[in-house]
């Protein structure tokens, strides 16, 4: 008889509270990415989602459904699935797969369920800052030979507070405790989140074995026939993509929309398009949009557009526009990189290591220089200015090659 294969455990709960939702956020693509890298490969898998206090083992298959919900979420079916979706279609997501799991139990009964599904150990992988808790991690830990691994994507709560609402500031330094004590195995996205992870790290002890691995660009096929119905795209356009939060500093793009129709004939001011929904904390930069005569007009908010729809404005674009004061990742810098369209950006480090001096680096308070620039992308006659060359994007295979090397 030959030994039982060691397999991998992935906590899929913040994926299902996403089922529903039009557009996927950074972190929620990387979780993906590791539920479809994990549902191709041959070692045995599970899935952990926490939901009505308790963790619930999953098996494969439920990994494969809750894949396609979240590009078409589930339809309810009978009298209680028609009321559970009252709740939203995460709850409906939720009922669907505790009908599949192989069990339930609070975070200290977690061992004994792998112990009976999982008999041969491997790793638990926490990717999505949802669920990774002190509780759980330690439970995890007193399986039968199971290790932990945990993907930290930034430490912005920390190091900003000020863009960050109080219970994600304390969700994140109660995380950061509970890795020192309980990972095995720390994977961060980019070097200086390796760096700024160790610093709050410190408090609590030694950060554990850490690897950087960037993640991939998923590269959709643009799609216009997504676009929102009468969207103008009669004149050159800019593109800003991200929630409408505060760390993203579009206050930024307003005011210099404001110069531009100081400066230029209406006719003549290119169109700024804000791809993302309302965010939180950013009442002062909302009025200002409810109350602009430009809206509509030059300025354009366009929340819940698809992969396909963003890659079609990307396309076209003149230029990607991101003035963050911070970043985790910068999916949009790395992704309109990738389709060869020109980036105007705060020179973040994450930007210089992800993609190099690809873009155009304008200190996010310039307003003098980023109007500039927008000026000479637009150039004197109209005419667009020649194609960037693509840059080679960084690849999810190049990422699991790297996590998978240190937890076979």
């Not at 009922?95 to 009976?116: D, Q, S």
Request: net charge positive; hydrophobic share 50%; with cysteine.
């Amino acid at each position: 008889m030959t030994a039982a294969a060691r397999g991998r455990v992935l906590d899929v709960t913040r994926l299902v509270l996403r089922v529903g939702r039009p557009v996927l956020t950074g972190i929620d693509r990387v979780e993906r990415a590791y539920l479809r890298e994990f549902l191709q490969r041959p070692e045995p898998l599970l899935l952990l989602m926490r939901h009505g206090g308790r963790q619930w083992l999953l098996p494969r298959a439920a990994g494969a459904a809750l894949d396609g919900w979240l590009k078409a979420a589930p339809a309810p079916q009978r009298l209680r699935e028609r009321l559970i979706a009252r709740r939203g279609l995460p709850a409906l997501a939720a009922l669907r797969l505790r009908r599949m799991a192989l069990g339930a139990a609070p975070p200290r009964g977690v061992p004994a369920l792998l112990a009976r599904h999982l008999p041969a150990g491997g790793w638990y992988f926490n990717t999505g800052h949802v669920n990774a808790d002190a509780g759980l991690l330690a439970a995890m830990r007193r399986g039968p030979g199971i290790r932990v691994a945990v993907l930290v994507h930034d430490t912005i709560p920390l190091d900003f507070p000020q863009f960050s609402r109080p219970h994600a500031v304390a969700g994140l330094q109660a995380m950061v405790a509970a890795v020192v004590a309980h990972a095995d195995l720390v994977i961060c996205n980019w070097a200086a989140t390796r760096l700024d992870l160790a610093r709050h790290a410190a408090r609590h002890g030694p950060l554990p074995d850490s690897i950087v691995a960037h993640p991939g660009a998923d590269a959709a096929q643009p799609d216009p026939a997504a676009l929102p119905a009468g969207l103008p795209l009669d004149r050159p356009y800019f593109l800003a993509l991200g929630t409408l939060e505060p760390r993203k500093n579009h206050a930024l793009l307003l005011d210099l929309w404001d110069r531009l129709h100081e400066t230029l004939p209406e006719a003549g001011v290119p169109r700024l398009l804000l791809a993302g929904r309302r965010g939180w904390g950013n009442e002062a930069l909302f009025a200002r949009l409810d109350g602009s005569p430009h809206v509509g007009r030059t300025i354009h908010e366009l929340p819940g557009l698809s992969d396909g729809a963003v890659a079609a404005l990307l396309a076209g674009a003149r230029a990607l526009l991101m003035p963050s004061l911070a970043e985790g990742y910068g999916l949009p810098v790395a992704e309109a990189a990738a389709a060869g369209t020109p980036v105007i950006a705060a020179p973040l480090p994450v930007y210089l290591e992800v993609v190099g001096d690809y873009p155009v680096y304008v200190a996010a308070g310039d307003l003098y220089s980023w109007l500039a620039t927008i000026q000479d992308l637009l150039g004197t006659d109209g005419a667009v200015p020649g194609a960037m060359p693509p840059l080679a994007p960084k690849t999810w295979a190049d990422h699991f090659n790297r996590v998978l090397s240190k937890t076979c």
